[in-house]
């Protein structure tokens, strides 16, 4: 195993353990039957997701644009932009919070790995 393999699996640890706390907070904040409301209290998961993301799946000569993450994502730019990168948006159809989740779980997988993956494995370490 290589020093990018055991970067690529600190990510993949890091995003799915944000997914985790994401929906965590989706299921503990005030909702109605057909909405969810995530106040800016509850939002910093949500933040740090998205810029997790965007530094993650980006090269050094290749950043990774609201663009290229919402075509990642096969959802609007204002849908990405509203969950992941506006704190004082609040409600959001329930609708299109899980199937957001979803799509984002589905991509971390893609990039990244299962979260099974990583449970008990040692990763490897370089040594200076």
């Not at 020093?3 to 503990?28: F, P, R």
């Amino acid at each position: 195993m290589n020093i990018q393999t055991s970067l690529k699996q600190l990510q993949g640890q890091y995003l799915h353990l944000l997914i985790e706390e994401c929906k965590d907070v989706i299921a503990t904040v005030p909702t109605t039957p057909n909405k969810v409301y995530i106040d800016k209290a509850h939002k910093k998961p949500f933040l740090d997701l998205g810029l997790a993301l965007k530094t993650f799946l980006s090269e050094v000569d290749n950043q990774t644009s609201l663009k290229d993450l919402s075509q990642k994502l096969d959802l609007s730019i204002i849908t990405v932009t509203r969950v992941l990168f506006e704190p004082d948006r609040e409600g959001y159809r329930k609708v299109t919070i899980n199937d957001f989740m979803n799509r984002i779980e589905k991509l971390v997988i893609e990039e990244f790995g299962k979260r099974e993956d990583f449970i008990n494995k040692d990763l490897e370490v370089a040594h200076a």
